[in-house]
């Protein structure tokens, strides 16, 4: 745990760290606040998308689309905390003060699990709160969202991880992030409807964004027949591994054999 | 003498250029080991090998005294080019972090603050200090835990006369404990003052390597003069010590390997000369490096 602990005493003093985290704890909270009293609206009228239950069993998918949004703060920190040590230069200083290579690698690693199951049990904890808050009743329908949002996570990190990397730079790293969010939302939509067929859910970040949709729209969407049938969960989950898989392989083998 | 650092064929390319072009070197235990070179010459490159920054392309060193290099680099405290630290925290919590890397203990870190006259300063955060007070700090955090060898890479830059001799004595008095110290620089009176040994690079090539006496001793000018100077001037051209001669207002001689100033005193009072004036210069490392490094 030591390499946890070195990336604590880095992070701890960092304002930027607690601003994020703060504005994603509160507003999270506060969003979801709102939409289970019908402040935060999706919709018109009596109709409100955002809102549609937030007692169980539907409270974990409602939650976990909701969630899907805001872990772009926790991004943008883990792009923040690895381009700080390319700024700064740590990363040379770490490794000359008797870090190993794959060490360095490996403290960011852990702060992505341990960044993600934060998250993750603030997901749970407020899932059970408004389950209750809400008439109460069985919570274990639909748990594995939890799970779902933990595998969510943790490839966003990993993703924002892997573009720090290679750009080294904050400002660009989340601008080539949001680029490419943009650019594969397209591209999946795209390759969907030209060859009609739903592998185009297949890319990096759409695998795992398929584990949260918003469940009205899937609810919809069932009511439309379709050509094509949607991928078993099974499929989005094992691609999920594999991109997370990836992205560690690729920059193992980048902070092994690079000049740094 | 034990060899603590041994490096065998070293060399790296950065695109077409080679910047290393087989480096040999032994660095001997206690010793202060001057690396010299212009700049561009890889001396900056060759420590960044040491310290696994950089990877080589060829070749490979050994850090005799430890069992992996990252325990060596664990052992031994480095400075590569600029100190690198974290902005935003204070000189103590930087320190902090490189203790826990090193695995020793945070006691050391106000003894090392201490060492280096940032001790006042410690809660400031770095993005605070002058440039002088962050090459400061980067020595301080390469004397945690008491290494037993020091890797320092242009020590006294963004220093001030005063911090500069600071370091120097500092340098001094940490090879009298016994520590081996190896320092890069492009300044030569600063290694002249504190090395024994010396390694000078050009182009990426090892010119010559060895104590500061081997490399410099041989080359030692002697002046001379007598009364009767012309006399002087016909004695000695038939002395066959004499590698060069040069006529100024002394004369000035070098002479050839395995002789020395007493066989020359000896030469001339034997050919009647009474020497008035004799004084051995130790040839500068400035006057050498420069004839090299041209």
Known sequence: MLLLKIEWLKLKKYTTFWVLTGLFVSLYILWNIGANKSIVSMGSGPVNLMSSSYSFPNVWSNMGFIYSWFVFFLAILMIISISNEFSFKTHRQNIIDGLDRLDFLHGKAYLILSISLLSTL????????????????????????????????????????????????????????????????????????????????????????????????????????????????????????????????????????TDL | MSTVLTIHNIKKNYGPIQALKGIELNVPKSSVYGILGPNGSGKTTLLGILLDVLKA??????????????????????????????????????????????????????????????????QSKFSTFSLGMKQRLAIASALLGNPSILVLDEPTNGLDPVGIAEIRELIIQLSHEGMTIIIASHMLDEIEKVCTHVAILKLGNLIIEGSVGEVLNDEDTIE???????????????????????????IQLTLNPNRNIEQLNQYCFEHGIILNHIIQRKRSLESKFMEITQ
């Not at chain 1, 650019?183 to 795992?208: A, C, H, M, R």
Request: charged share 20%; aromatic share 14%.
């Open chain 2, 57 to 122: 392309d060829h070749g490979e060193y050994q850090w005799n005294e430890f069992n992996s290099a990252q325990q060596a680099r664990q052992q031994i405290g480095s400075l590569l080019e600029t100190p690198n630290f974290y902005h935003y925290m204070t000189a103590e919590d930087n320190l902090k972090i490189a203790v826990q890397i090193k695995q020793r203990g945070f006691d050391d870190v106000d003894r090392v603050l201490k060492q280096v006259n940032l001790y006042e300063r410690r």
């Open chain 1, 122 to 257: 603030l997901f749970a904890l407020l899932g059970l709160f408004f389950g209750l808050l809400n008439g109460g009743g069985n919570p274990l329908p639909q748990i594995e969202k939890v799970g779902y949002v933990f595998l969510y996570t943790l490839n966003y990190l990993s993703f924002a991880a892997l573009i720090a990397f290679f750009i080294r730079r904050s400002g660009m790293s989340i601008v080539a992030l949001f680029a490419y969010l943009l650019f594969e939302t397209i591209f999946v939509k795209l390759i969907n409807w030209k060859f009609d067929t739903n592998y185009g859910n297949l890319f990096p970040l759409q695998s795992s964004d398929e584990l949260l949709p918003l469940p009205i729209m899937k609810s919809l969407s069932s009511m439309v027949p379709s050509q094509t049938a949607d991928l078993p969960v099974m499929v989005y989950l094992f691609a999920s591994v594999c991109y997370i898989a990836i992205y560690y392989i690729i920059l193992r083998k980048k902070i092994i054999t």
């Open chain 2, 224 to 250: 001379i003069n007598a009364s009767n100077r012309e006399k002087l001037i016909d004695v000695l051209k038939n002395f066959d010590a004499i590698k060069s001669m040069k006529l100024e207002k002394n």
